[in-house]
């Protein structure tokens, strides 16, 4: 009997379902045959953030039972975030430890949203990873790329971050700046396209 120890499962691209071309990069059609499983999970996000948003509570605990139901896996107790919060989706959210995300955040995570260890996010900050293309004809289509918030960073209040921005390690993104580019670890940026300001020097 052969062991299927240290055995992989490949897809090629027609074998992959509609959440994993979402993730990858590929168009996705409203009329694609696929799409009313993709819709079920955006109609749960929207039930959930209802939810989520109208909480008569100041209790974090359960404030984060309702965000673990939203993103499909529980965060950790040191999460904290201020309601209200949005998002289009919500399954492809992941939270590391030590993680404040301020009030009125809105995390458009279909591409899925990384955010590690020691994160803080501004008040009203969008976090967008789906567009359109941009070609008339395909334009209620929508394509996804991923975000990535590495520990230590700081996005501030208002900012905006595009589809397939990586922000490094303890950098900081001003207020109200529009990243559409990856920003190098232990820097500030700002600015509409988000440029460097300065470079932070650390002690350690």
């Known amino acids: 009997m052969m062991s299927d120890t240290n055995t992989t499962t490949t897809f090629s691209e027609s074998e992959k379902d509609i959440f994993a071309r979402d993730q990858s990069g590929e168009i996705i059609s409203l009329n694609d045959p696929e799409y009313p499983q993709l819709f079920k999970v955006i109609q749960k996000a929207i039930r959930t953030t209802a939810r ?4 008569v509570t100041d209790d974090q605990q359960e404030i984060n039972t309702v965000f673990s139901e939203l993103i499909g896996r529980k965060v950790d107790d040191t999460f904290f975030i201020i309601p209200p919060f949005y998002t289009d989706f919500g399954e492809n959210i992941t939270i590391g430890k030590n993680v404040f995300v301020n009030h009125a955040c809105t995390f458009m995570d279909r591409g899925g949203i990384t955010i590690e260890d020691n ?6 900050v969008n976090l ?5 293309p941009i070609h008339p004809s ?6 996804s790329h991923p ?5 230590g960073a700081w996005i501030g209040v208002g ?7 990586t922000v490094g390690e303890n950098s900081i993104v001003a207020a109200g700046a529009v990243v559409s580019k990856d920003v190098p670890n ?4 700002g600015g509409i396209p988000a440029k460097i300001i300065k470079e932070i020097q650390l002690d350690y």
């Open 186 to 189: 232990n820097v500030i940026v």
């Open 52 to 55: 989520l948003n109208t909480l």
């Open 138 to 143: 395909e334009r209620r289509a929508t394509i």
């Open 128 to 132: 967008i990873t789906t567009n359109h």
């Open 147 to 151: 975000i990535l918030i590495k520990k």
């Open 159 to 165: 900012a905006t971050i595009l589809p397939g921005v």
């Open 119 to 124: 994160v803080l996010i501004g008040p009203k």
